[in-house]
Protein backbone atom coordinates (compact mmCIF):
# COMPACT_ATOMS: atom_id res chain seq x y z
CA UNK A 1 0.00 0.00 0.00
CA UNK A 2 1.61 3.25 -1.22
CA UNK A 3 -1.05 5.69 -0.64
CA UNK A 4 -2.10 8.64 1.71
CA UNK A 5 -5.89 8.39 2.10
CA UNK A 6 -8.14 11.36 2.96
CA UNK A 7 -11.12 11.58 3.99
CA UNK A 8 -13.65 13.27 4.07
CA UNK A 9 -12.64 14.40 -0.17
CA UNK A 10 -15.19 17.72 0.67
CA UNK A 11 -16.66 19.23 3.34
CA UNK A 12 -18.54 22.55 3.94
CA UNK A 13 -18.86 23.66 7.31
CA UNK A 14 -20.21 26.61 9.29
CA UNK A 15 -18.15 29.18 10.91
CA UNK A 16 -19.79 27.78 14.04
CA UNK A 17 -19.35 24.22 13.32
CA UNK A 18 -16.58 21.47 14.54
CA UNK A 19 -15.50 19.46 11.90
CA UNK A 20 -12.55 16.63 11.84
CA UNK A 21 -10.06 15.48 8.64
CA UNK A 22 -9.02 12.60 8.57
CA UNK A 23 -5.69 11.28 7.13
CA UNK A 24 -4.09 7.34 6.79
CA UNK A 25 -1.04 5.80 5.62
CA UNK A 26 0.14 1.75 5.84
CA UNK A 27 3.30 2.35 4.38
CA UNK A 28 5.02 2.85 8.35
CA UNK A 29 6.04 6.16 7.90
CA UNK A 30 6.64 8.19 10.88
CA UNK A 31 6.37 11.56 9.35
CA UNK A 32 2.91 13.14 9.09
CA UNK A 33 2.23 16.40 7.35
CA UNK A 34 -0.65 18.59 7.23
CA UNK A 35 -0.67 21.34 4.57
CA UNK A 36 -3.04 24.04 3.23
CA UNK A 37 -3.60 24.92 -0.36
CA UNK A 38 -5.65 28.20 -1.97
CA UNK A 39 -6.12 28.16 -5.38
CA UNK A 40 -3.61 28.96 -7.93
CA UNK A 41 -1.27 28.76 -4.83
CA UNK A 42 1.33 26.22 -3.58
CA UNK A 43 1.09 24.36 -0.60
CA UNK A 44 2.01 26.10 2.36
CA UNK A 45 3.01 23.46 5.41
CA UNK A 46 0.63 23.89 9.06
CA UNK A 47 1.76 21.38 11.20
CA UNK A 48 4.79 18.18 11.01
CA UNK A 49 4.66 15.44 13.59
CA UNK A 50 7.58 12.82 14.23
CA UNK A 51 6.71 9.55 16.11
CA UNK A 52 3.59 10.61 16.65
CA UNK A 53 4.50 13.84 18.44
CA UNK A 54 4.26 17.48 17.32
CA UNK A 55 7.09 18.79 15.46
CA UNK A 56 6.35 21.70 13.94
CA UNK A 57 3.33 24.04 14.17
CA UNK A 58 4.24 27.32 11.67
CA UNK A 59 1.98 29.70 13.58
CA UNK A 60 -1.52 28.12 12.65
CA UNK A 61 -4.28 29.40 14.32
CA UNK A 62 -5.82 27.39 17.25
CA UNK A 63 -8.72 26.76 15.60
CA UNK A 64 -7.15 24.16 13.97
CA UNK A 65 -6.10 21.46 16.28
CA UNK A 66 -3.86 18.59 15.09
CA UNK A 67 -3.75 14.97 16.59
CA UNK A 68 -1.96 11.99 15.75
CA UNK A 69 -3.61 8.63 17.54
CA UNK A 70 -0.66 6.22 16.71
CA UNK A 71 1.50 6.17 13.43
CA UNK A 72 -0.53 5.61 10.57
CA UNK A 73 -3.18 7.91 11.56
CA UNK A 74 -3.64 12.05 11.69
CA UNK A 75 -6.48 13.89 12.46
CA UNK A 76 -6.87 17.77 11.81
CA UNK A 77 -10.40 19.14 13.78
CA UNK A 78 -11.74 22.31 12.92
CA UNK A 79 -13.45 24.85 15.45
CA UNK A 80 -14.90 28.33 14.39
CA UNK A 81 -13.41 28.75 10.92
CA UNK A 82 -13.37 31.70 9.06
CA UNK A 83 -14.47 31.82 5.24
CA UNK A 84 -10.52 32.55 4.21
CA UNK A 85 -10.00 29.10 5.68
CA UNK A 86 -11.68 27.47 2.88
CA UNK A 87 -8.79 25.62 0.66
CA UNK A 88 -7.54 22.46 -0.10
CA UNK A 89 -5.99 20.90 3.21
CA UNK A 90 -3.28 18.06 2.41
CA UNK A 91 -2.22 15.33 4.14
CA UNK A 92 1.59 14.02 3.29
CA UNK A 93 3.82 11.29 4.54
CA UNK A 94 7.70 10.24 5.06
CA UNK A 95 9.55 7.08 6.52
CA UNK A 96 11.09 9.77 8.71
CA UNK A 97 11.46 13.65 9.47
CA UNK A 98 14.40 14.67 7.63
CA UNK A 99 16.46 16.51 4.90
CA UNK A 100 16.70 13.77 2.63
CA UNK A 101 13.12 12.30 2.51
CA UNK A 102 10.52 12.80 -0.09
CA UNK A 103 7.16 13.52 0.85
CA UNK A 104 4.10 11.34 -0.34
CA UNK A 105 0.41 12.91 -0.77
CA UNK A 106 -3.06 12.22 -0.51
CA UNK A 107 -5.81 13.83 -2.68
CA UNK A 108 -6.77 16.49 -0.48
CA UNK A 109 -10.14 17.60 1.22
CA UNK A 110 -11.44 20.76 -0.74
CA UNK A 111 -12.96 22.77 2.37
CA UNK A 112 -15.38 25.49 1.64
CA UNK A 113 -16.58 27.21 5.09
CA UNK A 114 -19.64 29.19 4.59
CA UNK B 1 12.84 34.62 3.53
CA UNK B 2 13.37 31.53 1.62
CA UNK B 3 11.92 31.82 -2.07
CA UNK B 4 10.96 30.05 -5.32
CA UNK B 5 10.26 31.38 -8.74
CA UNK B 6 8.89 29.02 -11.44
CA UNK B 7 8.44 29.99 -15.04
CA UNK B 8 6.44 30.01 -17.05
CA UNK B 9 3.26 30.47 -15.17
CA UNK B 10 1.07 28.19 -17.69
CA UNK B 11 2.43 26.63 -21.15
CA UNK B 12 -0.32 25.57 -23.78
CA UNK B 13 1.48 22.96 -26.45
CA UNK B 14 0.81 20.36 -28.43
CA UNK B 15 0.91 16.35 -28.32
CA UNK B 16 4.62 15.56 -29.37
CA UNK B 17 6.00 19.16 -28.52
CA UNK B 18 9.20 19.44 -25.82
CA UNK B 19 8.80 21.67 -22.93
CA UNK B 20 11.16 23.29 -20.50
CA UNK B 21 9.65 24.16 -17.02
CA UNK B 22 12.25 26.30 -14.87
CA UNK B 23 12.28 26.83 -11.58
CA UNK B 24 14.71 29.04 -9.78
CA UNK B 25 15.54 29.78 -6.06
CA UNK B 26 16.99 31.92 -2.74
CA UNK B 27 17.23 29.48 -0.29
CA UNK B 28 19.15 29.74 2.74
CA UNK B 29 21.60 26.47 3.01
CA UNK B 30 20.37 24.77 0.43
CA UNK B 31 19.90 20.71 0.86
CA UNK B 32 17.72 19.83 -2.06
CA UNK B 33 15.18 20.26 -4.78
CA UNK B 34 12.63 18.31 -5.44
CA UNK B 35 9.53 18.26 -8.52
CA UNK B 36 6.12 17.27 -8.11
CA UNK B 37 3.34 16.62 -10.70
CA UNK B 38 -0.12 17.56 -9.40
CA UNK B 39 -3.28 16.81 -11.92
CA UNK B 40 -6.60 17.20 -9.86
CA UNK B 41 -5.49 17.35 -6.33
CA UNK B 42 -2.51 15.08 -4.90
CA UNK B 43 0.88 16.09 -5.69
CA UNK B 44 2.58 13.09 -7.04
CA UNK B 45 6.37 12.59 -6.74
CA UNK B 46 9.01 12.77 -9.98
CA UNK B 47 12.60 13.78 -8.88
CA UNK B 48 14.94 14.69 -6.29
CA UNK B 49 18.32 16.95 -6.85
CA UNK B 50 20.59 17.61 -4.66
CA UNK B 51 24.03 17.47 -6.74
CA UNK B 52 24.36 19.96 -9.72
CA UNK B 53 24.92 18.55 -13.41
CA UNK B 54 23.78 15.19 -12.77
CA UNK B 55 20.52 14.34 -14.62
CA UNK B 56 17.95 12.83 -13.35
CA UNK B 57 15.35 11.11 -16.27
CA UNK B 58 12.13 9.05 -15.80
CA UNK B 59 11.05 7.94 -19.37
CA UNK B 60 10.05 11.16 -21.13
CA UNK B 61 10.95 13.33 -18.01
CA UNK B 62 14.00 15.13 -17.21
CA UNK B 63 15.47 17.40 -14.63
CA UNK B 64 18.83 19.26 -14.39
CA UNK B 65 20.03 21.11 -10.99
CA UNK B 66 22.51 23.93 -11.54
CA UNK B 67 23.59 25.07 -8.07
CA UNK B 68 25.96 27.89 -8.45
CA UNK B 69 23.18 29.40 -11.00
CA UNK B 70 20.29 28.68 -8.81
CA UNK B 71 18.26 26.52 -10.79
CA UNK B 72 16.55 23.53 -12.22
CA UNK B 73 14.91 22.66 -15.01
CA UNK B 74 12.38 20.09 -15.78
CA UNK B 75 12.00 18.49 -19.35
CA UNK B 76 8.96 16.72 -20.58
CA UNK B 77 10.04 15.13 -24.41
CA UNK B 78 6.66 14.01 -27.02
CA UNK B 79 4.47 15.69 -24.21
CA UNK B 80 1.09 13.70 -24.18
CA UNK B 81 -2.40 14.98 -23.17
CA UNK B 82 -1.88 12.92 -19.46
CA UNK B 83 1.16 15.56 -19.07
CA UNK B 84 -1.34 18.38 -18.62
CA UNK B 85 -1.17 19.15 -14.76
CA UNK B 86 0.33 21.87 -12.33
CA UNK B 87 4.25 21.38 -12.15
CA UNK B 88 5.02 22.41 -8.77
CA UNK B 89 8.81 22.69 -7.72
CA UNK B 90 10.02 22.67 -3.81
CA UNK B 91 13.65 23.44 -2.21
CA UNK B 92 14.54 22.43 1.09
CA UNK B 93 16.20 24.12 3.24
CA UNK B 94 18.96 22.30 5.24
CA UNK B 95 19.16 25.06 7.94
CA UNK B 96 16.85 23.44 10.51
CA UNK B 97 16.31 19.93 11.61
CA UNK B 98 13.15 19.07 9.62
CA UNK B 99 13.65 20.68 6.29
CA UNK B 100 11.02 22.88 5.50
CA UNK B 101 9.81 22.20 1.69
CA UNK B 102 9.34 25.80 0.45
CA UNK B 103 6.74 25.42 -2.79
CA UNK B 104 6.84 27.25 -6.06
CA UNK B 105 3.85 28.88 -7.46
CA UNK B 106 3.83 25.94 -10.13
CA UNK B 107 3.49 25.85 -14.16
CA UNK B 108 0.22 24.80 -15.51
CA UNK B 109 0.88 22.66 -18.55
CA UNK B 110 -1.62 21.82 -20.96
CA UNK B 111 -1.53 19.75 -23.62
CA UNK B 112 -3.52 19.79 -26.38
CA UNK B 113 -4.75 16.89 -28.93
Known amino acids: DTEVTQTPKHLVMGMTNKKSLKCEQH?????MYWYKQKAKKPPELMFV???????INESVPSRFSPECPNSSLLNLHLHALQPEDSALYLC?????????????FGSGTQLSVL | EDKVVQSPLSLVVHEGDTVTLNCSYE??????LLWYKQEKKAPTFLFML????IEKKSGRLSSILDKKELFSILNITATQTGDSAVYLC?????????????FGQGTILTVHP
Open chain 2, 50 to 53: TSSG
Open chain 2, 90 to 102: AVRAGGTSYGKLT
Open chain 1, 27 to 31: MGHRA
Open chain 1, 49 to 55: YSYEKLS
Open chain 2, 27 to 32: VTNFRS
Open chain 1, 92 to 104: ASSPRQGLDEKLF
